[in-house]
């Protein structure tokens, strides 16, 4: 099956934590890596977490039937359904109330939540909310300042970011993808105090 992972519109803080009403689930959004699970014939959108459990949070596809063009609404229902009997290390993913469980969710040192809209086909409206946003960007130039590399972000230059890790930094190589962290963009273009937080090697970083 032809699984394109789903494009996630980012959200300023200050609006996340004034979402409310029933017109979009609210999901907690983990700190783990995209990846597209199939399980007992049907296949999940889910997040990989660092110690080998999934988190599901939408269903992609039951018994190879695509319902991707069904509204949110059927796909939860018959997700719920089908979670009832998920073995260990398979979890349905927290849900609560707009900016209410945002903030819920920050208070405990979690990542954000997404909003989806309970009448859209999958990937559809989709946005997210955390407290510090991240950003998957190109790796540009890796000479220079030997504790930096440039970064290229939507095709444009986007200034540098910081890898302290050494075997990190020597491994990178122009075209890797990797993921930062950062407060929001200059003007200029180029992100205000920005973090390197991993590789992407699910969109073809270095390994």
Known sequence: MNIQRPIIQPMPLADGLRWSGNASLFQEKSDGVWYPLEWCGHWFNAERMRGGNYVINDLISINGQDIRLEPLTARWRALRDIA?????????????????FLEAILRDGGE???????????????????????YDVVVSDTTGDKLSVAIAFEGQPAGRVP???????????AGDVIEIAAQ??????????????KVRH?????R
């Open 163 to 173: 890898v302290r890790d050494v075997a990190i930094l020597t491994s990178l190589r």
């Open 84 to 100: 009832a009997t998920f073995p260990a290390g398979m979890t349905l993913c927290r849900t609560g109330s707009g900016g209410e």
């Open 184 to 197: 929001d963009r200059h003007p200029s273009g180029k992100f205000r105090e920005p973090r390197f937080l």
């Open 112 to 134: 954000g939540i997404v909003a989806k809209p309970w009448d859209a086909p999958f990937a559809s409206g989709w946005l997210k909310c955390k407290r510090i946003e991240t």
């Open 202 to 206: 699910d969109k073809g970083g270095s």
